[in-house]
């Protein structure tokens, strides 16, 4: 597997507008340990001053973005447009969704899918499975590569030096008791997907989560995404799952592929 290769841009520092650089870093700031933020706390997470922290948080609030009683800000879903810019522009990920859906009915299990970013794997669309309770992540949701199925697929298909450079650089961190922390053993899990064109994982970023991914490739063999199923481990063996989704999923990876 080819990842597709982009060229490298770089920007001179007098193009950039740190302003904005430092407006998204702000936006940043707010996560699920920090859904609210006083001028101080921002200032000490960016590294910028209270007045200059304070500013930024007061642009949010005048356009929409957060909201605040005076002395703590939160955010607010108009972020959201934020990602639905990207959606809206790029054209895979909206052109993917009927796929997920026909994927989605056919084998009765939530569909995504999902793109390398950094050594994040990003879950771009979604498609959830008729049931009331749903196992899986939400569209925008980041996880580190090596803790999700569709993440380690995508890993796989790495060029050797870029892989090596990431597992040289990346922090093994347990999320479960069954987390792979061991980098060489990550390596030779790695080797094995990239060897059988798709990846099942359990319990390595949640109990009880099962992943089952393939790779998405260009009709010139470029690696674009991932295409995975997330589904409760107690809902089947592993066997059984890996037989029922894996010709599916690469079966529909196989029709986008002639569609990109």
């Known amino acids: 597997m080819r990842r597709q290769a982009l060229p490298d841009v770089v920007v001179a520092k007098?193009?950039?507008?740190?302003?904005?650089?430092?407006?998204?870093?702000?936006?940043?700031?707010?996560?699920?340990?920090?859904?609210?933020?006083?001028?101080?706390?921002?200032?000490?997470?960016?590294?910028?001053?209270?007045?200059?922290a304070r500013r930024y948080l007061l642009t949010l609030v005048h356009v929409g973005m957060a909201q605040t009683d005076g002395r703590q800000f939160w955010l607010t879903p108009k972020v959201l447009s934020l990602g639905h810019s990207y959606l809206d522009s790029a054209r895979l990920p909206r052109a993917i969704v009927p796929?997920?859906?026909?994927?989605?009915?056919?084998?009765?299990?939530?569909?995504?899918?999902?793109?390398?970013?950094?050594?994040?794997?990003?879950?771009?669309?979604?498609?959830?499975?008729?049931?009331?309770?749903t196992a899986g992540f939400d569209p925008g949701t980041r996880l580190p590569a090596y803790t999700s199925t569709a993440g380690r697929v995508l890993l796989s298909g790495l060029p050797e030096d870029a892989l090596?450079?990431?597992?040289?650089?990346?922090?093994?961190?347990?999320?479960?008791?069954?987390?792979?922390?061991?980098?060489?053993?990550?390596?030779?899990?790695?080797?094995?997907?990239?060897?059988?064109g798709f990846g099942v994982t359990e319990n390595q970023y949640e109990v009880g989560l099962?992943?089952?991914?393939?790779?998405?490739?260009?009709?010139?063999?470029?690696?674009?995404?991932?295409?995975?199923?997330?589904m409760s481990i107690g809902s089947c063996?592993?066997?059984?799952?890996?037989?029922?989704?894996?010709?599916?999923?690469?079966?529909?990876?196989?029709t986008v592929m002639l569609w990109i």
Request: aromatic residues 4%; neutral net charge.
């Open 14 to 52: 007098r193009d950039v507008i740190e302003g904005l650089v430092k407006g998204l870093e702000v936006i940043r700031a707010f996560s699920d340990e920090s859904m609210r933020l006083s001028a101080s706390e921002l200032a000490d997470k960016v590294q910028i001053t209270r007045s200059a």
């Open 99 to 133: 796929f997920l859906q026909r994927l989605t009915t056919q084998l009765q299990e939530s569909t995504n899918y999902s793109v390398l970013e950094g050594d994040d794997v990003v879950y771009v669309s979604r498609v959830n499975a008729p049931r009331v309770l």
């Open 164 to 196: 090596h450079a990431y597992l040289e650089r990346v922090e093994l961190v347990a999320y479960t008791h069954m987390t792979v922390i061991d980098k060489d053993v990550l390596l030779h899990e790695l080797m094995a997907i990239r060897e059988a």
């Open 210 to 230: 099962r992943g089952i991914s393939v790779p998405i490739k260009s009709r010139r063999g470029d690696l674009v995404g991932a295409l995975s199923v997330s």
């Open 237 to 254: 063996s592993r066997a059984e799952a890996t037989g029922r989704c894996v010709p599916a999923l690469q079966a529909t990876a196989n």
